[in-house]
């Protein structure tokens, strides 16, 4: 079945938004050996302002879908994308100021801004796209885009042009996409009920807060925040220190990309090709909801992850090839559970909280996963290579017991209290 006109509709707009929230992030790490020398400031402090800057992306998600459930996932979103556009101009504007601390308040802004988008954008999809595989499909690969494109096109202009003129023009596309937003066209609760009221709701106490959280959390979502959160562990730990890791490894030795193309590591091609072939696991993900029940899809793909981990230190010494396959092989699957979580919250929640849920979702994954940085430093730092893949693992593993669980428990008659969706 294709996508309607208010699917596509809805599609497109959050594509564009979720391509550029990714967009603005990967490329903020960038800026960092510029920011080092225009400013003249110690790695130390500089990274003590670029995680204040990330931090509200992964804690203001809770807060963003409190507020898109109040005022509307299309207001939020246009809000969201100003935000971020705005946050870089104002990054423009520090050297003029010539202040890291004026780069400190773009930052947290930026943070703040993009923290809005998840909870937002996925549930005006859950409650406005009949075909929601196949659009949580497409969204996820145009994340995936904006993750490849945004340091490609910030390291390509700042060949020709001074850091602050680039950071300006990154932030065109926000404004675009915003203008297109204004213009876009669809019903948010087109998938919902006609007696479910998944719009705006203005009149959101603290108590209704609270109320909410409570139906959520004593039904099968607990489940899947716990399941997001152990996904998120896996995910972040994974992308944060594979870039190092393929850098050190042996098999690297030796591997040259070329003449004229110095300070490029064959180990970065490596990186962005996972992230590319990402891009066919989101699609293959997104489809296979329509399929498969997100729960057995979940338990599938975190065993799978959970053995690729674990093979990982072995496939390295048996020489390049079999690491480029095994590389892109986790790309395929790491992204490809992404839809799965994303439909299980659509499952197992009420329409009219779905902001709430995934809200609290990307707390789960952005917030709570962001953990396994430190845990993945510490463990580097102290241990062989072997451990770190072995606690992802284990990361994995507990995410696939926690999902058997969900399915046993849906499956065993218990699915008509515990799924309080729409």
């Not at 943070?111 to 998840?118: E, F, L």
């Not at 909870?119 to 949580?136: H, K, M």
């Not at 990402?278 to 799978?304: C, D, H, P, S, W």
């Not at 510490?378 to 693992?393: H, I, K, P, W």
Request: proline share 4%; charged share 10%; net charge negative.
């Amino acid at each position: 079945m294709g996508l309607n006109t208010n699917d596509r509709s809805i599609a497109g707009f959050t594509m564009a938004g979720h391509s550029l929230v990714h967009w603005f992030e990967t490329s903020i790490p960038i800026f960092l050996v510029v920011w080092l020398a225009e400013f003249d400031v110690s790695v130390a402090l500089l990274g003590i302002i670029v995680a204040l800057g990330y931090a509200p992306f992964g804690l203001g998600a809770l807060p963003g879908g409190i507020l898109a459930d109040r005022y509307g996932t299309k207001r939020l979103i246009l809000l969201c994308l100003l935000g971020m556009s705005g946050s870089f101009i104002i990054l423009a504007l520090a050297s003029i100021a010539d202040s890291i601390y004026a780069i400190a308040v773009g930052l947290v802004l930026w943070g703040i801004a993009a923290s809005i988008y998840h909870p937002a954008g996925l549930a005006l999809i859950s409650t406005g796209v009949d075909e929601r595989g196949t659009v949580f499909a497409w969204h996820g690969i145009a994340g995936n885009v904006g993750i490849a494109l945004g340091p490609f096109v910030a390291a390509t202009l700042l060949i020709f042009l001074e850091w602050q003129y680039v950071a300006a023009i990154l932030a065109v596309p926000g404004v675009l996409a915003a203008l297109y937003g204004l213009q876009a066209d669809f019903d948010p609760t087109a998938a919902v009920e006609a007696d479910v009221d998944a719009g705006p709701d203005e009149e959101l106490s603290l108590a209704d807060l609270v109320s909410n959280s409570r139906t959520l959390f004593a039904s099968a979502f607990a489940v899947v925040f716990v399941i997001v959160t152990f996904e998120g562990l896996f995910y972040r730990g994974m992308l944060t220190y594979l870039p190092e890791i393929l850098h050190g490894l042996p098999v690297m030795d030796g591997i040259t990309i070329g003449a004229g193309f110095d300070g490029i590591q064959p180990a970065d091609y490596i990186y962005v090709g996972l992230l590319v072939v990402g891009m066919a696991g989101q699609y293959a993900g997104g489809k296979l909801t329509n399929r498969l029940a997100a729960e057995r899809g979940l338990m599938g793909i975190f065993v799978v992850l959970a053995v690729l981990a674990l093979v990982f230190v072995p496939v390295t010494s048996l020489g390049l090839v079999p690491l480029l396959a095994l590389c892109g092989v986790i790309g395929f699957f790491l992204f490809a559970i992404q839809p799965f979580y994303q439909e299980a919250v659509a499952v197992h929640t009420p329409a009219d909280t779905r902001g709430l849920s995934y809200g609290y979702t990307y707390l789960g994954e952005f917030g709570f996963g962001s953990a396994s940085i430190a845990l993945g430093g510490f463990v580097l730092g102290s241990f062989q290579l072997m451990a770190f893949f072995a606690m992802l693992s284990v990361f994995a593993l507990i995410g696939a017991a926690l999902s058997f669980g969900l399915y046993v428990r849906i499956n065993g008659g218990y699915g008509a209290t515990d799924d309080v969706s729409a």
